[in-house]
């Protein structure tokens, strides 16, 4: 059964910088897509940030220059650094692999984490 596990959220002030880490296990194949997304309350579930397995990333612009998505294959984690960090980054953020699991190919979710930041 493949588990995917983010870690790192917290309280932090606005300003300061929190890493996020996100690994999957099980009987993985391949993980094409990783990626962050982000909910506040009221708000929709959105893209943060993604990367491909070769490395090519993509970034909402409202974390453009300050977040910075990255991977490690061997480790099967995918980490987000968040810098500069602002109140409107509160939100659980959640992690997202696309794996394939034998002939199956799907996305997987993490439980998510609670980032706040204080103003």
């Known amino acids: 059964q493949v588990h995917v596990v983010e870690s790192g959220g917290g309280l932090v002030q606005a300003g300061e910088s929190l890493r996020l880490s996100c690994a999957a296990s099980g009987p993985i194949f391949r993980i094409n897509d990783m990626s962050w997304y982000r909910q506040a309350p009221g708000n929709q579930r959105a893209l943060v940030a993604g990367?491909?397995?070769?490395?090519?990333?993509n970034y909402a612009d409202s974390v453009k220059g300050r977040f910075t998505i990255s991977r490690d294959n061997a480790k099967n984690t995918v980490y987000l650094q968040m810098n500069s960090m602002k109140p409107e980054d509160t939100a659980v953020y959640y992690c997202n692999a696309q794996i394939t699991v034998g002939f199956s190919f799907r996305d997987y979710w993490g439980q998510g984490t609670q980032v706040t930041v204080s103003s």
């Open positions: 990367i491909s397995s070769g490395g090519s990333t």
